[in-house]
């Protein structure tokens, strides 16, 4: 099998992750509407967004209008009726014809329980034009710029599903150092990098870390490495301190 054909089969998600944070389905709803907002402008394929139902045909029916008070009416939707302290949840797809060519989020907000913490998903597509256009430093650092700036994360980052199976302790609440990642200001001053390390400021928020301007792969034991010494230098540095949840 060549490098490129394991590279099409990599699957890649973009997530953001924080700890308990009790917020209203208004607050959920204006977080919702700047990551709406912004999205057209990452990638044409990410302007229009369905919810998500129980078959392709049902789902198109169901648009999302990303207003205020449309956002919050899904977002209350997804209120759990029992567990007051569990937040909101909601899913959104994008309608794509070709399921490998598509994308969808999921996201849990307002949960200030210790059992849930809050994410935003994204699964990003996989193989097609749209992939190609996708699975890019630059596209998907827009990605997680937006993530950040909209959510307020304690981490976000950008992995294939066989890196993180890889980097994962078995601790829920582990910060994971993905092809690209953001860390917020709160955990600490991010050291020099090795290159081809690159570092940008997200506002006064936090900072991006992208590992390789090139799409990072599992199958390249360059990138892995270099995935490692990055994971050591933050440990190092105290910012790869768990989620409070």
Request: glycine fraction near 8%.
């Amino acid at each position: 099998m060549s490098l490129g054909t394991r590279i099409r089969e990599e699957t890649y998600f973009a997530g953001a992750y924080w700890g308990a944070r009790k917020e209203s389905s208004e607050q959920c709803a204006r977080r919702a509407g700047s990551l709406f907002a912004v999205l057209p402008s990452i990638d044409p394929s990410f302007t229009q967004w369905f919810q998500q139902g129980r078959s392709r045909k049902d789902a198109l029916k169901r648009p999302i209008a990303p207003t205020h008070a449309g956002l919050e009416k899904l977002i209350l939707k997804g209120k759990d009726r029992v567990v007051e302290d569990l937040g909101f949840r909601f899913g959104a797809w994008n309608g794509a014809p070709d399921d490998s060519d598509g994308s969808s989020f999921n996201v849990t907000c307002g949960s200030y329980s210790e059992r849930v913490s809050n994410t935003c998903v994204f699964n990003l597509p996989h193989r097609g034009p749209t992939a190609d256009r996708v699975l890019t430093a630059h596209v998907l650092a827009g990605l997680v710029r937006v993530l950040a700036t909209s959510w307020e994360p304690d981490f976000a980052t950008v992995m294939s599903s066989p890196h993180l199976q890889s980097a994962e302790t078995g601790d829920p609440s582990s910060s994971w150092i993905g092809w690209i990642t953001y860390l917020s200001s709160q955990r600490g001053t991010v050291p020099p990098l090795p290159a081809p390390v690159r570092i940008e400021p997200v506002d006064d928020r936090g900072t991006l870390i992208i590992l390789t301007p090139e799409r990072f792969t599992v199958g390249n034991p360059e990138h892995l490495a270099l995935a490692e010494r990055v994971r050591g230098l933050l440990d190092n540095a105290g910012l790869l301190k768990p989620l409070t949840l």
